[in-house]
């Protein structure tokens, strides 16, 4: 009678797991098909988000919530435009968890948008920080935005590692040091470099020649990283003024403080 029974929680507990995965599944297929669509047409993105016309998607290490932010709101001065009115909402939320996977997140959130603001909703920001907030993330400022980089209350893209320190202004975060960032060596291209991984299964690193970052892998041996860079953090924040800087740092301070 105990093994019965036991058997019949674990089913209890199985089934909604099981569904769950079927409509994960689902999602996925459908979002690869509006992918090849919309997206992969030849002068767009590659065919699964591979090189094409527009710039590669998948191996980016592009988080869902950027994702979804770049396909609601699209990316100003470029060719990618705002498809929160040209799909259904189920094709949108499609679409988000297939590219999130091509970059390398397994469970994509599926769930109800109530449910992602619920979790992504953060401190309730006043004044300037909300202001902050907005700029972090604004999407008319293209990739020259600090969520490109930057990962912060759930939204961006944790490129460079989390901020414990925020600097005291705006002209300390110009200023601001980048020991990690690597002059890295390959073929006989130098480039700046923000080194994941370096060991004998492989290379994985960022190349931060242009906006967004690319992340790259290597044969193991076939890139030399040395100390120190001619990058600098002040090159990557010049679409902001110094009162926009300002109010990102209050932003920050808020965020982190809550945290």
């Known amino acids: 009678m105990k ?21 994960l599944q689902d999602t996925l297929k459908r979002g690869e098909q509006v992918f090849s669509q919309s997206c992969a047409t030849g002068y767009c993105h590659g065919v699964k988000g591979g090189p ?6 998948a191996g980016r290490g592009f988080n869902q919530t950027y ?6 709101s699209g990316v100003a001065g470029t060719g990618m435009r705002s ?3 040209v799909l259904s909402r189920p094709d949108l939320t499609a679409v988000v968890a297939y590219v999130a996977t091509l970059n390398g997140v397994a469970n994509p959130k599926i769930g109800s948008d ?11 920001l006043t004044g300037e920080a ?14 020259g935005r600090c969520s490109t980089c930057h990962e912060v209350g759930g939204l961006g893209i944790s490129v460079a590692s989390g901020i414990a320190q925020v600097p005291a ?8 040091a980048t020991p990690n960032v690597k002059t890295g060596t390959m073929n006989g291209e130098s480039m700046p470099v923000l080194v994941l991984s370096d060991g004998k299964q492989g290379t994985l690193f960022y190349d931060l020649t242009s906006a ?7 044969e193991p041996g076939t890139v030399k990283f040395s100390d120190g860079s001619n990058w600098r953090h002040s090159s990557v924040i010049g679409a902001y003024s110094d009162s926009e800087l300002t109010a990102i740092l209050a932003y920050l301070r808020a965020v982190i403080k809550s945290q």
Do not use: H, Y
């Not at 093994?3 to 409509?23: H, I, K, N, T, Y």
């Not at 994702?67 to 609601?72: E, L, M, R």
């Open 3 to 23: 093994c019965v029974a036991m058997r019949r929680a674990l089913l209890l507990l199985l089934v909604p797991m099981l569904g769950w995965s079927q409509s």
């Open 52 to 57: 094409s016309g527009a710039p590669r998607l």
């Open 67 to 72: 994702i979804a932010n770049v396909v609601v």
């Open 83 to 85: 498809f929160a009115t």
């Open 114 to 124: 109530d449910d992602e603001a619920a979790a992504a909703s953060g401190p309730k």
């Open 130 to 143: 909300a202001r902050g907030g907005q700029l972090f993330k604004e999407a008319v400022r293209g990739f």
């Open 169 to 176: 202004s705006a002209a300390a975060l110009k200023a601001l």
């Open 212 to 218: 967004p970052p690319v992340q790259r892998n290597a």
